[in-house]
């Protein structure tokens, strides 16, 4: 024993040091310090945006500056610096003050030096007005006057009596004016609709029987019938053979998918050919056709004219009204008052051009808050004025809102029907991986190169295709074009066969016959692919939905517009929507499919009932994220169909309520477009603020309402403690 | 075919050469292992069965099948009857195939990507791998219990009525009325009539496999198959299970794999003991855990070896 013991080694312990850098100490400094300022960072970002943002429109007083050579200025402080060219010991400033009143030809911000000012006084009396036309005028109130015809009577005088009798005067001037606005806009709006629709038809009518319908080749009726009744034999077939043979495992599986697939293209083709093909398509307008329907236009020409006229009339009744009350503003300096207008100075303005008065010296905190609350309503529910410098951004929020819905409605589904096919039904190999790679590197790519391929493929090409069909060039001989849609047809069915023989026998391992199938199967994919191409760019048959309107030169959905600017979006989005389907989709345990297989469902069984409804809160986030990226984008958007002006919503209660082809605003680009092309930076400073506040607020906003429909389906699909 | 076998089982390599030595010397008995070695060379001995089991009347024949997993073989050649009304048990060590052989009856091996078989197998009669077999009607004459409990993120109810739901069954009265006979027969009605609007997953883990069973015969199912039922759960709910399988067994023919030899004994009526893909003995539990023909079944039935 003891010797045993003796020739073991003798084991020395030694202390084992705690080495300065194993103490964690500096790491949580470190990360915690990262958190937070990564955190400030964000805190101040937003702190700015909704400060600089919210404030823009709380009123603030009105200064009465007296120069040292006697000029008098009125106007608000809006900067206040250091002279930056002035190097000296002691440091001069300047202020800058908006004073408003271009009509006089002075610009409407104006820089002061402090050491120039005389005097700086807050009269009490002193308003702001805000107009229709030419921004801003500082002055202070004289008189209200009633102007007839030829005499001129005062209805009330003295700046007090003024504001006292201006609340009445000014809400029945705006409703005066309001009504104009409707009759020009609904009335003569709807009159314009109908004269430029009946002038398209003709044209529309002129082009088609200038072109006859020589070359096309029609079915006759009895040729026509016989395609009926074979589309409806074949579909008698597809019915009787609906449930033979089941998805899963049977030698008559493949032959029940053979007989299924093969009848629904020979359906899909006789359905096209008996719509382009029917026999009427022939009947071409003949010209005393042309000639009565030019007839009849010109009939309900000269009535809507007259109904032109009497419109016109009430809103010159309306007008003669309005022109009667006038309302003398006095700037100090000159005396001159407000003017009606540019060209006409000597005519004091009329009531109903001024939006808001804001007596801003002489207001409690109460009625400041009340001229706060009205500009942010403005700003919120009307059009734009001013260059998009004054009034609201209305436009602009409908067209964000309903771009970032449409985006989201496009690329939702598409994104979710391709990562099912991806994840759930194709073979996982090299081209799934290939294709997974391919839809990760899209998401890489910068958003413009989105908005060049939109504005190229998307309004100049598809676009085109839709207004006028295929081009000259490319447009096939009708003989042929019918020769390659049968070809095509023919190669689907290949393609269907190859691709169902490429599936190994159940219970048998794949044979070189089945690989060999698998190839044949993608080559011939390809050549459809080419084949479909040639089809649709050589359709002999179609020529645009909006022919007429693009010999015009006004193309409709051959130009920028929403439905490109979304579909173009959705394209960019695209791969986040794939991406976190096919993660949400993974995520569901095989042993659900399992078991649900094992109750004897089918495939497409167990996707629905199983796998959709358990990836369905990750689908969601994917939706999200993509409308939370396309909302954000503003690059491509400039390309496809963001601009600067166009008060025409994409929808409207006038007929087809959702115009698609319309050019929209956007809040994104209207930011850029405040800040960087405005005419007036000044003015338009502010705004950038509030506009990019209610960006970030209509984001949030969406983001939001998605969460929320996201967590209430995820409380009904999973349980408590999952 | 033959390349094949020798490929899959390896037998001839030293490694599996050396370990056959090594079991051998551990139990020092290793020359009285004839079958269990000759397996281990790759041969497909007869297998040891019973006369009781050849009387019995069988609901499922499995006969000379064969499975590959691509190259791989998994199942040697196995016939096999599964008497009708009683409970089955198959056991053996890990990767013996016992439960590929299960998850062969319902075809579920269809799934995975490069199986290939050999034989048939009949369920009352009917050939499983003909040709012309409907998978999906096959599966629905079949019950199956999966080893770890996996109810579907749904209702309680919902749970119980899928097989029904799926073949477009949509009267309120008749799925209420299956859900409740099916939960009564799987034992857990009174734990679960208040709470059947709840979700499944909110139940314990034993809760959940009685769960799973009552939807596996809510369809009435010709054959349940349970694929190691209790392996995931605690001795509390593993004994109520297995007093469901005895009760259900009056009604319906359960095959069961197994790890625990004492779950064998006292739930099943017959015994079959499978190694490395090939079956070795079958026979009546009672005999064959107290009086089997084969030293290589008492040594692997008490625990001495495998």
Redesign the interface.
């Known amino acids: 024993m003891s010797e045993t013991q003796s020739a073991q080694p003798k084991i020395i312990h030694t202390q084992r040091r705690t080495l300065p850098s194993a103490i964690g100490e500096p790491m949580v400094w470190l990360t915690g310090g990262a958190l937070i300022v990564c955190l400030s960072m964000i805190v101040f970002l937003i702190g700015l945006v909704v400060v600089n943002g919210s404030m823009t429109f709380w009123p603030r007083p009105i200064h009465q500056v007296t120069l040292n050579d006697g000029e008098v200025i009125l106007g608000i402080v809006t900067e206040h610096e250091r002279v930056p060219t002035v190097v000296s010991q002691d440091p001069q400033y300047r202020t800058l003050y908006r004073v408003g009143n271009r009509d006089l030809g002075q610009e409407s911000f104006r820089w002061v030096d402090d050491t120039s000012i005389a005097n700086i006084e807050i009269p009490q009396d002193a308003i702001m007005l805000e107009r229709e036309v030419w921004g801003v005028w500082f002055g202070v109130p004289q008189s209200i006057l009633e102007v007839q015809a030829e005499s001129e009577s005062i209805i009330a005088e003295g700046s007090e009596d003024v504001l006292n009798a201006y609340a009445e005067l000014h809400r029945q001037a705006r409703q005066r004016r309001m009504e104009v606005e409707e009759l020009k806009k609904d009335a003569l709006g709807a009159i314009n609709h109908e004269m430029e629709q009946n002038r398209l038809r003709v044209r529309q009518a002129e082009l088609e029987s200038e072109r006859g319908d020589e070359g096309l080749v029609r079915a006759n009726g009895v040729v026509w019938g016989i395609l009926i009744l074979l589309a409806g034999s074949v579909g008698y077939v597809l019915y009787r053979f609906r449930s033979y043979?089941?998805?899963?495992?049977?030698?008559?599986?493949r032959q029940g998918q053979f007989i299924r697939t093969g009848c629904s293209i020979a359906i899909a083709m006789l359905v096209l050919t008996i719509w382009i093909a029917h026999p009427w398509g022939g009947n071409v307008i003949s010209e005393s056709e042309l000639e009565s329907m030019k007839l009849s236009v010109a009939q309900q020409e000269t009535e809507l004219l007259v109904e032109y006229e009497h419109v016109l009339e009430s809103i010159d009744e309306i007008e003669s009204v309005d022109s009667q009350i006038r309302m003398v503003v006095v700037e100090p300096t000159t005396g001159q008052f407000a003017p009606i207008s540019q060209t006409l100075s000597d005519e004091p303005m009329l009531m109903s051009q001024v939006v808001r008065l804001v007596a801003a010296n002489d207001l409690s905190t109460m009625q400041k808050a009340g001229v706060f609350t009205s500009r942010w309503v403005e700003y919120l529910t009307t059009n734009p004025r001013e260059a998009n410098t004054e009034g609201g951004i209305y436009p602009v929020i409908v067209g964000t809102v309903i771009l970032t819905l449409l985006l989201t409605i496009f690329v939702t589904p598409m994104g979710v029907i391709a990562a099912l096919y991806l994840r759930e039904y194709a073979k996982q190999g090299i081209v799934t991986s290939l294709i997974r790679i391919a839809v990760n590197n899209l998401a890489g790519v910068p958003s413009i190169v989105y908005g060049v391929f939109g504005l190229g493929f998307f309004c100049y090409t598809l676009g085109a295709y839709v207004d006028t069909g295929a081009s000259e060039s490319a447009r096939m001989n009708a003989w042929s074009w019918w020769g390659i849609f049968v070809l095509t047809g023919v190669t689907l069915m290949l393609g269907f066969t190859a691709k169902l023989w490429s599936k190994p026998?159940?219970?048998?391992?794949?044979s070189q016959f089945n690989r060999i199938m698998q190839r044949v199967s993608w080559l011939v994919w390809v050549i459809v692919l080419i084949l479909v191409i040639l089809l649709v760019t050589g359709m002999p048959y179609f020529h645009g939905l909006y022919e007429a309107r693009a010999q015009d030169g006004t193309p409709t959905f051959g130009a920028r517009g929403m439905l490109w600017a979304s579909l173009t979006l959705a394209l960019l989005t695209l791969p986040v929507v794939i991406v976190a389907t096919e993660e949400a989709i993974a995520a569901v345990?095989n042993?659900?499919r399992?078991?649900?297989?094992?109750?004897?469902?089918?495939k497409w069984?167990t996707m629905r009932?199983?796998v959709l409804?358990?990836a369905l809160p990750g689908i969601l986030t994917g939706a999200i994220l993509a409308m939370a990226r396309g909302a954000g984008e503003v690059a491509p958007l400039m390309l496809v169909g963001a601009v600067k002006l166009n008060q025409d919503l994409p929808i409207s209660s006038q007929y087809p309520y959702i115009h698609a082809d319309r050019s929209f605003m956007h809040l994104g680009f209207h930011i850029f477009d405040l800040g960087f092309q405005s005419p007036d930076s000044q003015a338009a400073r502010p705004l950038v603020w509030t506009t990019t506040l209610l960006f970030l607020a209509i984001v949030f906003g969406l983001n939001l309402a998605a969460i929320r429909i996201r967590s209430r389906l995820r409380a009904r699909?999973?349980?408590?403690?999952? | 075919m033959s390349t094949m076998e020798s490929k899959t089982t390896d037998t001839n390599s030293p490694t599996n050469v050396a370990r056959s030595v090594a079991y051998g010397q551990s139990e020092a008995a290793g020359s009285s292992y004839n079958v269990i070695d000759a397996i281990r060379r790759g041969e497909v001995p007869e297998a040891t069965v019973h006369p009781e089991v050849l009387k019995a009347e069988g609901v499922i024949e499995v006969e000379r099948f064969n499975l590959?997993y691509?190259e791989t073989k998994a199942i040697h050649d196995i016939s096999m009857r599964v008497p009708r009304g009683s409970v089955t048990a198959l056991i053996g060590p890990s990767g013996c195939g016992k439960s590929t052989l299960l998850r062969s009856i319902?075809?579920?091996n269809?799934?995975v990507e490069?199986?290939?078989?050999e034989g048939g197998i009949g369920l009352n009669g009917s050939p499983i791998?003909a040709?012309?077999?409907?998978?999906?009607?096959?599966?629905?004459r079949l019950?199956?219990v999966?080893q770890?409990p996996?109810?579907?993120?749904?209702s309680i109810f919902e749970n119980v009525v899928?097989?029904l739901?799926?073949?477009g069954e949509r009267r309120k009265a008749v799925l209420e009325e299956a859900c409740e006979k099916s939960l009564r027969a799987a034992a857990i009605w009174d734990e679960v009539k208040d709470r059947l609007k709840?979700?499944?997953?909110?139940l314990s883990g034993g809760q959940q496999q009685r769960i799973?069973i009552a939807?596996?015969i809510v369809?009435d199912p010709e054959v349940l198959l349970l694929d190691e039922p209790c392996s995931a759960l605690d001795p509390v709910a593993t004994l109520k299970i297995e007093e469901l399988i005895t009760e259900i067994s009056q009604r319906y023919t359960v095959l069961i794999v197994t790890h625990n030899m004492q779950q064998a004994a006292r739930v099943s009526n017959y015994t079959a003991f499978m190694y490395l893909g090939r079956l070795v003995e079958y026979g009546p539990t009672a005999t064959l855990f107290q009086n089997p023909k084969l030293i290589e079944t008492e040594h692997y039935v008490s625990g001495r070896f495998g």
């Open positions: 043979g089941t998805e899963l495992g049977s030698s008559k599986a026998d159940p219970g048998k391992a794949a345990p042993s659900m399992e078991g649900s297989y094992g109750c004897g469902a089918s069984q009932r199983i409804p358990g699909m999973s349980g408590p403690t999952v | 590959w691509s319902n075809r579920m269809d799934l490069g199986v290939r078989v791998y040709p012309s077999v409907d998978v999906i009607s096959l599966r629905k019950g199956m999966f770890k996996n109810p579907f993120p749904m899928y097989p739901r799926i073949d709840k979700s499944a997953l909110g799973c939807r596996a369809a």
